[in-house]
RNA sequence: GCGGGCGUGCUGGAACUUGGUAGACAGGCCAGGUUUAGGUCCUGGUGCUCGCAAGAGCGUGGGGGUUCGAGUCCCUCCGCCCGCACCA
């Protein structure tokens, strides 16, 4: 379509696709979103810095309202940050390696690096579409050897300090994707990637020292200016830190100590036996020659055999059997009797627990269905506790019994009084525990990076020289996974030479976590074609952390604390100064289709593609941000689209008509009547969008706000265009709708803008509000007798308290309430309302 | 079971800062107008009940409380959603 289709008078409707087409051709061909590093002649040192990033994609088939969604919302703030003054980076690159590709490639034989590239396109195109602001020249896939060369690199400096290593550790196993998996990827027992039930299995695996950083990445949440505090709170159940004792328990008869985690010292001497996980690599040896060898055996097998849902869905029938052992309780000298039971697990403290059925409901359904003693050792102070004796299991707080020296004590002073006395003659010590895990990053596929390790008969295991990254991924013919690494397979591209004493050598032939990938790609999107480093140190401190992060609440624990953690290594390995990658977190809410969440089975998806075809991508853009709260889910409706895109034809036909009848320039000064209540309603909506946008996110009202702008233009612009400053005020008022609109509607707010101020709106300042015209000479007074609404009546805004009741008084329909009733109290909020509470 | 959040018209939602006009703005529906026609556009109406109207009564999941005044604060019950779930 020809370009003069849209300028104003010449064409009869608002043509979003001729309109968008042409100002995408402007920020392409002008580089309007590219931004400059410190460092190059075109950097502008005079702004601030911003870094607004949305999470990057995986990129599969197509874009899905959800990207829509993510995008749309933090190019809305990226265009808002702009107009306030700021220096904005705001990037875009793409997840490229993983499973999906990978599965897809078994079934179609297609390479999945061609499907990925096919779907990238599909990705770039549609972004394109939808007009969001990228700096295009920073783009980036994550399975480009330019790019996973420094995820090799990360890699190696990770091992030189020790926080990759590799070691045999039970883990969990995926059998349809035959792959390993990390803890924060198995939900409720389940592989977050395909559903299916995981195995554990005991195997050797490449980890990240996650755990060293537990106790940071709790006290770090301090330097974080705004997360949700949901995210902040699943964060730190999943690091789940307790305080306690480690305490040791003695098994004479065969000279082992057993150490356990306990957070309940103070109830040490109610240990009425002792209990091991069925992991736990000394149960064998216990058993070993007593009359329960066979039956614990057998136990142990089982186990191994159920799933941890299976032995969490048995939640309270507990099970176990007799090692025909005992330990000696450090407190008190007392031998007790050990078990093996599966509710204890070997993942959490030492695979240990000391059992104290009195105190702790799990030790007291165990003794229960075993019959063993159960000591009660501290009694509650509320009367009816005390008196009950079968208030057990007692998980309170209250006074020491059966507990020797300590007797008669408060139980939780006595707590630190039993760490010390144990701690002197080395029985035990103060500590304290996590939840969680060392980060399980290899994986037994394909399409990921290959880890950067050579194993030698010779040497050992070899990290690969720096000079020799990237380790390219061969291409193979059979992606088919078997339990071990497809890579396998490819024999020339294994067998290698040892880097350090050139014999021969075969490389490992796992492939990392996509977690990996993602825990750093917006570092690399800050210098993306540096070939000598992974990142300028000066850069990357210049524009780190990120200011606005955007995405989907589903990474609260995964990519999120993942890329916390490989900050706080990058810091320590020293190429960052920054300790956390993000400094604000806005997690949007998921859009679902009549009610449900949209897949490809249920078959009630939204195809982004096809409605920016038929409504364009400014409606699409807008309906999504209106739509609700963004940080909330909201249900898709195909009338909603249709009721944005009338609002967005009508401003577009009104500012038609206001470039025909109105010449640019004129001033508001002096604006009075009608004119004066537009103009002081166009700045309502500047105060109401800004306020609106940031920091409250609340991005439909502040839609709202510019619809009743641009309604009230409707009501007032016939009776404005004779009067001396009318015209100025209509034009004001549209180009200021325009201006406010386009965060959400980028390329109709450009356009109207164009026509009106025959300027480009996206180098305009925000519009900022006079507070004078946001202060009213007149308002409505509310007037209630008992609270009761009676009368709204309009006053000056200086009107005088006595005045406000006065007048109050006065109102016939208040009269009428106050008919033979003595006013006994008369509440005058200035500004707002009257009260006249009567009897 | 534990922790957190939510509950407002037919629907999505608004009422923020500070307890002070409940239902902004939209969608849907109803009526009228423009149009050869329209899935276009414009105007009006739309919480419930009574009433021609003016107006009155009721109304934010149920019950109770604080207050001149409660969607908002407190207690309690019900329902829905999310997270965690043998973590010693």
């Not at 950097?43 to 197509?62: A, H, I, N, Q, R």
């Not at 809305?76 to 980076?89: D, E, Q």
Request: a negative charge; hydrophobic letters at 35%.
């Amino acid at each position: 379509m020809a370009d003069s289709e849209t300028r104003p008078g010449t064409d009869e409707r608002y043509d979003p696709q001729a309109i968008e087409r042409k100002w995408q051709l402007v920020w392409e061909a002008e580089n309007t979103w590219v931004v400059a590093n410190p460092g190059s002649p075109e950097f502008d040192e005079s702004k601030p810095k911003s870094y607004v990033l949305e999470m990057l994609p995986y990129p599969s088939g197509e874009p899905h309202v959800g990207h829509l969604k993510t995008y749309s919302v933090g190019d809305a703030i990226a265009h808002f940050r702009r107009r306030r003054g700021y220096r904005v980076v705001h990037p875009m690159g793409y997840d490229a390696f993983g499973l999906p590709a990978e599965n897809a490639a078994i079934q179609t034989g297609e390479h999945p690096r061609e499907a990925t590239e096919k779907s990238i396109a599909s990705f770039r195109e549609q972004f394109m579409r939808w007009g969001i602001s990228i700096d295009w020249t920073r783009e980036l896939g994550t399975h480009e050897p330019s790019y996973y060369r420094w995820t090799q690199w990360i890699f190696l400096k990770l091992y030189e300090r020790g926080l990759a290593h590799r070691h045999e550790a039970p883990v969990h196993w995926c059998p349809k994707d035959q792959t390993v998996l990390a803890n924060e990827q198995v939900i409720d027992g389940h592989c977050e990637r395909c559903g299916t039930l995981v195995e554990l299995r005991q195997l050797e695996q490449w980890f990240f020292r996650i755990t060293e950083y537990a106790q940071q990445l709790l006290d770090d949440f301090e330097l974080l200016e705004s997360w949700p505090e949901n995210v902040v709170t699943m964060q730190r159940n999943w690091i789940g830190r307790s305080e306690g004792a480690e305490v040791v328990f003695r098994c004479g008869e065969l000279d082992l100590d057993f150490p356990v985690f306990t957070t309940r010292p103070d109830t040490l001497f109610g240990a009425t036996f002792f209990v091991l996980a069925p992991e736990h690599p000394l149960t064998e040896q216990l058993a070993e020659g007593t009359e329960h060898e066979q039956a614990v055996r057998e136990y142990v097998n089982e186990s191994a055999r159920a799933s941890a849902e299976e032995r969490a869905d048995e939640a309270h029938q507990k099970t176990g059997v007799p090692l025909g052992r005992e330990v000696v309780n450090p407190v008190n000298g007392e031998r007790i009797p050990m078990f093996v039971a599966d509710y204890v697990l070997m993942e959490y403290g030492t695979g240990a627990i000391m059992a104290v059925p009195a105190h702790d409901e799990r030790d007291y359904e165990f003794a229960k269905a075993f019959g063993l003693p159960i000591r009660r050792v501290i009694e509650g102070t509320d009367p009816e506790q005390a008196r009950d004796d079968d208030g057990l299991p007692f998980s309170g707080d209250g006074q020491m019994v059966n507990s020797d020296r300590f007797d008669g004590e408060h139980n939780r002073e006595a707590y630190g009084e039993i760490v010390s006395w144990l701690a002197s003659d080395g029985r035990g010590e103060a500590a304290v525990n996590y939840r969680l895990r060392d980060w399980l990053v290899s994986r037994q596929r394909y399409w990921g990076a290959p880890i950067p390790i050579v194993y030698c008969d010779e040497c050992g295991m070899i990290p690969v020289p720096e000079d020799q990254l990237p380790i390219l991924l061969p291409d193979v013919e059979d992606y088919a996974p078997k339990g071990r690494s497809p890579l396998a397979a490819a024999e020339d591209w294994v067998r290698t030479e040892c880097p350090s004493c050139g014999g021969d050598a075969r490389r490992e032939t796992d492939t990392m976590d996509t977690f990996v990938d993602s825990s750093w790609y917006f570092l690399r999107y800050l210098d993306p074609k540096n070939d000598e480093q992974c990142w300028s140190k000066e850069v990357a401190n210049y524009w780190m952390p990120v200011d606005q992060y955007i995405g989907g609440v589903e990474h609260a624990i995964l990519h999120l604390m993942y890329a916390r953690f490989f900050i706080k290594a990058l810091h320590d390995i020293g190429v960052l100064e920054v300790r956390e990658p993000f400094a604000n977190l806005f997690t949007q809410g998921m859009i679902t289709r009549d009610g449900a969440k949209m897949s490809k089975s249920r078959g009630n998806t939204v195809s982004p593609a096809e409605n920016v075809e038929r409504f364009g991508a400014d409606s699409l853009r807008t309906y999504i941000c209106f739509m609700g709260p963004p940080i909330k889910g909201g249900d898709w409706s195909d009338e909603g689209v249709e009721g944005i895109f009338r609002f967005l034809a009508r401003l577009w036909r009104l500012g038609r008509e206001v470039a025909g009848r109105a010449e640019p320039g004129g001033s508001t000064d002096g604006a009075d009547g009608h004119a004066r209540e537009l103009l002081a309603k166009a700045h309502w909506a500047i105060d109401k969008a800004t306020r609106d946008i940031e920091p409250r996110f609340q991005f439909n009202t502040a839609i709202a706000a510019v619809m009743e702008l641009v309604n009230e233009i409707y009501r007032l612009k016939d009776g404005l265009y004779g009067e001396p400053t009318g015209a100025a005020t209509v034009r004001f008022a549209t180009a200021t709708a325009a201006s406010l609109l386009f965060p959400f509607a980028p390329h109709l707010g450009a356009e109207v803008y164009e026509w009106l101020e025959d300027a480009r709106v996206w180098e305009q300042p925000w519009p900022e509000a006079d507070p004078e015209l946001l202060e009213r000479d007149t308002y409505m007074l509310v007037v209630q007798v008992n609270g009761k609404l009676r009368d709204r009546i309009e006053v000056a805004a200086d009107t005088e308290e006595g005045e406000l009741v006065e007048l109050a008084k006065g109102s016939q329909n208040v009269q009428r309430h106050l008919d033979g009733k003595a006013i006994v109290k008369e509440i005058v909020v200035p500004g707002r309302l009257v009260n006249l509470v009567v009897r």
